[in-house]
């Protein structure tokens, strides 16, 4: 049995079908991935810089990480600010610090 996922082709915004195994599905990650790709895709629209185009590393034993780029963003809170100021329509939102 096989599962139909989606993966973004880093060449252009279109997203191509992939056959992914059952057994090598890890539904956390792909959560993971998914969740993180959709808060980039909403603050940045069709122009995502391309540090953070790539989302996820895997390691040597095929473990997948946050990109350092990814993670920086997330954790300084600068793109929970601009997708709320997005999602909200104040700019206020991006200046705001807790």
Do not use: C
Request: a positive charge; zero cysteines; glycine letters at 4%.
């Amino acid at each position: 049995i096989s599962v139909l996922v989606s993966r973004r082709d880093e060449t252009s915004m279109s997203f191509l079908p992939q056959l992914i195994d059952v057994q090598h599905y890890k539904a956390f990650e792909a959560k993971l991935v998914a969740s993180v790709r959709w808060l980039i895709t909403r603050v940045f629209d069709k122009e995502i810089p391309d540090k953070l185009r790539q989302v996820i590393l895997v390691d040597n034993e095929n473990r997948v990480h946050l990109s350092v780029a990814v993670q920086t963003a997330l954790t300084n809170g600068s793109l929970y600010g601009q997708a709320a100021a997005r999602i909200f329509k104040d700019g206020t939102m991006l200046h705001v610090s807790v």
